[in-house]
């Protein structure tokens, strides 16, 4: 299937923008370069990082010897994105890999001349790339937990959203406060101390995004890539939260999980 409808747009559960392929990818005698632009931190970030270059080697590229890859983390400050954006841009970078959409939207609206490999974006046609994202206050949120308190709710479950995921620390503090087991769209809020997290797996779409990048490398036009949806779903659990929230997780759905926390 093709993205006919997006036109600059191919996905893979990560996504491509279609353009040409900047200088540094058509001149064979200068080493390629790959950009990554990371909405996180180094901390964050090192493992997707590993399974991106361990993916990498496989396919041919080490770093170093045949592709140079230029790193930037915005650290969670999304106002830094444009800039690190242009920077990748200014060293003529091959392919920018990008995932979440305020980080994806800074690449694309700085270039028009490099490819984007993107992964985890939910919906990329629904989200349409927005100009902007507003943050919300602690009294906001806590107004939609007191909501939550009254309509007397036994769980909630969060759906995938760059400003919730940019906020979950607080998330977590707020379902911890009034005891009410959350289930959320990615893990890093069940590391931070959430219930439990079911959604697409991050290695698996960073593997995915290194094939695409091996492709766009070796010629392949990016309009011409498929949609491909998600193939792996991740489970994490809190045990520790469970029991906080006095729960108690079946051994059916323990044996299911991909990580546990205890």
Same mark, same amino acid.
């Given at each position: 299937?093709?993205?006919?409808?997006?036109?600059?747009?191919?996905?893979?559960?990560?996504?491509?923008?279609?353009?040409?392929?900047?200088?540094?990818?058509?001149?064979?005698?200068?080493?390629?370069?790959?950009?990554?632009?990371?909405?996180?931190?180094?901390?964050?970030?090192?493992?997707?990082?590993?399974?991106?270059?361990?993916?990498?080697?496989?396919?041919?590229?080490?770093?170093?010897?045949?592709?140079?890859?230029?790193?930037?983390?915005?650290?969670?400050?999304?106002? /830094? *994105?444009? #800039? &690190? %954006? !242009?920077?990748?841009?200014?060293?003529?970078?091959?392919?920018?890999?990008?995932?979440? +959409?305020?980080?994806?939207?800074?690449?694309?609206?700085?270039?028009?001349?490099?490819?984007?490999?993107?992964?985890?974006?939910?919906?990329?046609?629904?989200?349409?790339?927005?100009?902007?994202?507003?943050?919300?206050?602690?009294?906001?949120?806590?107004?939609?937990?007191?909501?939550?308190?009254?309509?007397?709710?036994?769980?909630?479950?969060?759906?995938?959203?760059?400003?919730?995921?940019?906020?979950?620390? /607080? *998330?977590? #503090? &707020? %379902? !911890?406060?009034?005891?009410?087991?959350?289930?959320?769209?990615?893990?890093?809020?069940? +590391?931070?101390?959430?219930?439990?997290?079911?959604?697409?797996?991050?290695?698996?779409?960073?593997?995915?995004?290194?094939?695409?990048?091996?492709?766009?490398?070796?010629?392949?036009?990016?309009?011409?890539?498929?949609?491909?949806?998600?193939?792996?779903?991740?489970?994490?659990?809190?045990?520790?939260?469970?029991?906080?929230?006095?729960?108690?997780?079946?051994?059916?759905?323990?044996?299911?999980?991909?990580?546990?926390?205890?």
């Amino acid at each position: 299937m093709k993205c006919k409808a997006l036109g600059p747009l191919a996905v893979l559960a990560l996504h491509v923008l279609s353009t040409p392929l900047g200088v540094a990818a058509q001149e064979p005698a200068k080493m390629p370069r790959i950009g990554v632009l990371e909405g996180g931190d180094p901390s964050t970030s090192e493992s997707l990082d590993k399974v991106f270059q361990d993916k990498l080697r496989r396919l041919g590229y080490v770093e170093g010897q045949n592709i140079a890859i230029e790193r930037r983390w915005a650290g969670r400050r999304l106002d /830094r *994105l444009p #800039a &690190l %954006a !242009a920077e990748l841009v200014r060293l003529q970078v091959a392919v920018i890999v990008a995932a979440e +959409e305020p980080v994806i939207r800074a690449a694309k609206q700085t270039t028009s001349t490099i490819p984007i490999v993107m992964s985890s974006v939910e919906d990329p046609v629904g989200a349409g790339f927005v100009t902007s994202l507003e943050v919300r206050s602690n009294a906001e949120f806590e107004g939609v937990f007191a909501a939550i308190a009254r309509a007397r709710a036994e769980a909630l479950a969060l759906l995938p959203d760059p400003l919730l995921y940019a906020q979950h620390e /607080r *998330l977590v #503090a &707020l %379902a !911890a406060k009034d005891r009410l087991p959350t289930i959320y769209a990615s893990r890093e809020p069940v +590391e931070a101390g959430g219930l439990m997290s079911y959604g697409p797996s991050p290695r698996d779409n960073r593997q995915r995004a290194a094939v695409y990048v091996d492709r766009i490398l070796k010629g392949a036009k990016p309009a011409n890539l498929s949609i491909q949806p998600p193939t792996k779903f991740e489970l994490v659990i809190n045990l520790r939260t469970a029991s906080a929230v006095g729960l108690s997780i079946p051994k059916s759905v323990r044996d299911r999980a991909d990580r546990m926390f205890r």
